[in-house]
């Protein structure tokens, strides 16, 4: 029973376009998500949140969309840069709960 | 450095043979857990600990132990490693279960033949 899941396997873009990797829960408990990205042979490290008392939370490059009603979110990055290449793993918590999706690999092409 | 470590980093074992992956972070957080990695099926989580002695089972914790004697220390234990139990597996640390950030150690390869 996968309660987050993201669809894409993986997702290629161009050096400088956007890329948006999506992410879809289906436990409404759930009221705060994360992104984390993983490089190859690392762990995973923390990228960005979001509280679900909010639509949208920005840093730099990195923005993440939530929408409620959808159970989604989504994290873009703007403008892609090739060392963004990596696993993003999106997660979401609940009280004394925090579920992982399955990754979306990210390969930004020069 | 605020780190979490694991040992070994790869490990390549037979089926029945005892082993214990070590997990140690220090950052005094009270949460740690262990999770596996595998293919399509992103992180899964094995075990927790919520604070020293205090530990719990995840959604996967069939064929694994843990421990928890010091906060720091949260060890990996496979009694009889199995060959479905090759995986990546993390480690991670956090001030709690919810609503933060968890901090991953850089991973343990394991292959049981």
Redesign the interface.
Known sequence: D?Q?K?NS?SLSVQEGRISILNCDYTNSMFD?F?W?KKYP??????LI?I?SIKDKNEDGRFTVFLNKSAKHLSLHIVPSQPGDSAVY?CAA??????R????TRLTVKP | EAQVTQNPRYLITVTGKKLTVTCSQNMNHEYMSWYRQDPGLGLRQIYYSMNVEVTDKGDVPEGYKVSRKEKRNFPLILESPSPNQTSLYFCASSSGISYNEQFFGPGTRLTVL
Request: charged share 10%.
């Open positions: 996968q987050v993201q396997p705060y994360l984390y042979a690392e762990g995973p490290t923390f949140s509280s793993f918590s609940g009280q004394n709960d925090m992982f999706g399955a990754g």
